[in-house]
């Protein structure tokens, strides 16, 4: 009886913490046009909001690989960073622009402990349910990031503030934390990650899977970034409202949702997984094209498409940190390449892309910016698809 309270305690901490590893993201992305009006700052500064925690993302990956993991167990670190992320998640919407970005690099140290984190305890803790436990946890990434982005501008428009409906995010890491605490007490004994055969960081510079894997991260990611900084940009261009924009924002989340779920079940059952790398590609490819030729009409199916794509290309890449290596150390170590360095090509998008609408008064060539990128994710999820171990 204790051992299946233990485990369901494990299986919501991990919920919980996957709730709050996107919605400080996406609660953010359908108000940067009303905070960059009320701060009266340019597309370049705002962008720094979705920028500053990918860089940091990157950085905080390598770093910790190499020091971090092997001085604290990965209950308790994951506890620590939920404490960072409450504070920081309410302390970014007060005071100014400086207090913002400032209050985003707790964001994003904390949103790193989580991304590289949960994939290891799933690998250590369920070993024989990785599948269903990576499906569980980015549905709930991706729920409550549709949720957060789809009612953020309805509060702020009632409250009439944007400081609100930013903060009240900042619950979700205490409720993970709570039970993170529970767990920690029950488990005082707990041994931190036993480290197999190493695989030094060295040998996955020089593995082609690795870096197939790593540039699938980076493509991926530098769309889904992108999108969640600009969309309620491109979609007001196009003539929406800015509430409409925000529900846009929660529609590209729900494309998420289907490929959460099936991919896990249909990468177990394939021999590879090249087809649902390629796909996935495909999906984005098609609808950032979709956003480059569309009007209002065909806005909401281009979402769509690109949500499923983003949906299955992060899903595919969570599962190939387990499914390209044979130990819990090479799981990690390829974990922290593919996201330190993904994350910083992924880092560039919206930054970037601000600055190419600015220059060029348009979006049309930062949306050929993310074609390209789309083409990568094919190509490269393909490659990564392919049933290659990284030390082979």
């Known amino acids: 009886m204790k051992d299946r309270y233990y485990t369901w305690l494990l299986v919501l901490a991990i919920v919980l913490v996957a709730a709050t590893l996107r919605s400080p993201i996406t609660s953010v992305s359908p108000m940067i046009p009303i905070i960059r009006d009320e701060l009266e700052v340019s597309n370049v500064s705002i962008g720094l909001v979705n920028t500053i925690p990918l860089i940091l993302l990157a950085v905080f990956f390598t770093i910790r690989s190499k020091y971090f993991l092997k001085s604290l167990v990965l209950k308790k670190t994951l506890l620590f960073g939920m404490a960072i992320l409450s504070i920081a998640v309410f302390l970014r919407a007060v005071g100014g622009i400086i207090t913002l970005l400032i209050s985003t690099v707790g964001v994003g140290v904390a949103i790193a402990l989580g991304n590289i984190l949960i994939p290891a305890l799933i690998k250590t803790s369920f070993p024989l349910r990785v599948g269903i436990m990576t499906a569980m946890y980015t549905l709930s990434m991706n729920v409550i990031g549709a949720l957060a982005s789809g009612i953020v501008v309805p509060i702020a428009n009632a409250s009439d503030t944007w400081r609100l409906p930013l903060q009240i995010w900042s619950i979700l890491p205490l409720l993970a934390g709570a039970v993170l605490f529970l767990l920690f007490i029950k488990t005082r004994n707990i041994t931190s990650i036993k480290h197999n055969k190493k695989t030094g960081s060295n040998a996955l510079l020089r593995s082609p899977v690795a870096w197939a894997v790593t540039l699938f991260m980076g493509t991926q990611s530098l769309i889904t970034y992108s999108v969640y900084t600009w969309l309620p940009d491109i979609a007001i261009d196009k003539g929406f409202e800015a509430n409409e924009a925000g529900w846009l924002i929660a529609l590209f989340q729900i494309g998420l949702i289907p490929t959460n779920l099936i991919v896990p079940i249909l990468a177990a059952r394939f021999t590879n997984q090249r ?72 880092a560039t998008g919206p930054i970037f892309l601000g600055y190419l609408e600015e220059f060029t008064q348009g979006w049309l060539i930062p949306l050929l910016v993310l074609t390209l990128s789309a083409v990568g994710c094919t190509i490269s999820g393909y490659v990564a698809g392919e049933a290659k171990k990284v030390n082979t």
């Open 275 to 346: 087809i649902l790398g390629c796909t996935s590609g495909l999906f984005l490819l098609i609808g950032v094209l979709g956003l480059i030729v569309s009007e209002t009409a065909l806005i909401y199916p281009s979402i769509l498409f690109i949500g499923v794509g983003a949906g299955g290309a992060f899903t595919l890449t969570m599962l190939l940190f387990i499914l390209r290596t044979t130990t819990i150390n090479e799981s990690s170590q390829l974990s922290s390449m593919a996201q330190s360095i993904g994350f910083l090509v992924a």
